[in-house]
């Protein structure tokens, strides 16, 4: 039974910094139980560090209300379930499958990691992109200073070419509100 990584791209919300996939969402896709996955866990505990398992207090259960765009508060949530969600992050649901041993818990591990896998890869900047940014920084630079001694040798040059007119000769022209004042 192999899920479309789409789908599962679905299932993970962004909560405390962390990517997570909820313990309803992971227990559909294991085909069992939301109870029973929660069981697992709970006997299983000292595989779960804070950085594998989040638990949500009540205003971070509103944030990930708002995630799922649904109108309902959280006392519609609360009359759901009677407690708060399990939330697993990539390493949590890694150690899942130690927890849930079953063919299908393997299959839907797999899936899932390439699931997190080609979000992470999405948002890696991409390093020879890097490099070639760094490369015309660089040659930026050294244009810069070749345009810069370019234009002053051009300055010297008008200098040198442009005949220079004395200073009490008689100007030409309409006259304009500075020649006015003058």
Do not use: C
């Not at 993970?12 to 990517?19: A, E, M, N, S, V």
């Not at 909820?22 to 029973?36: H, I, M, N, P, R």
């Not at 079953?102 to 020879?128: G, Y």
């Not at 345009?147 to 040059?157: A, N, P, T, Y």
């Amino acid at each position: 039974m192999r899920f479309q990584i789409e789908s599962i791209e679905a299932m993970i919300f962004t909560i405390k910094g962390h990517r997570v996939m909820l313990d309803s969402d992971l227990a559909k896709l294991y085909g069992v139980e939301t109870k029973a996955l929660n069981r697992q866990v709970r006997r299983n505990i000292s595989r779960f560090p804070k950085d594998f398992l989040i638990e949500l207090d009540l205003n971070e259960l509103e944030d990930l209300r708002r995630q799922f765009g649904t109108a309902n508060d959280r006392t519609h949530w609360n009359h759901k379930r009677r407690t708060t969600p399990m939330l697993f992050t990539e390493n949590g649901v890694a150690m899942l499958s130690t927890v849930l041993n079953s063919e299908t818990a393997i299959q839907i591990n797999i899936s899932i990691m390439r699931t997190f896998t080609k979000l992470r890869s999405s948002l890696k900047p991409d390093n020879s992109m890097e490099d070639r940014i760094d490369e015309l920084e660089t040659g930026m630079e050294e244009t810069q200073k070749i345009f810069k001694i370019v234009f002053e040798r051009l300055d010297s040059l008008e200098d040198q070419i442009t005949p220079k007119l004395p200073s009490n000769r008689k100007k030409i022209g309409l006259p304009t509100n500075q020649d006015d004042q003058s």
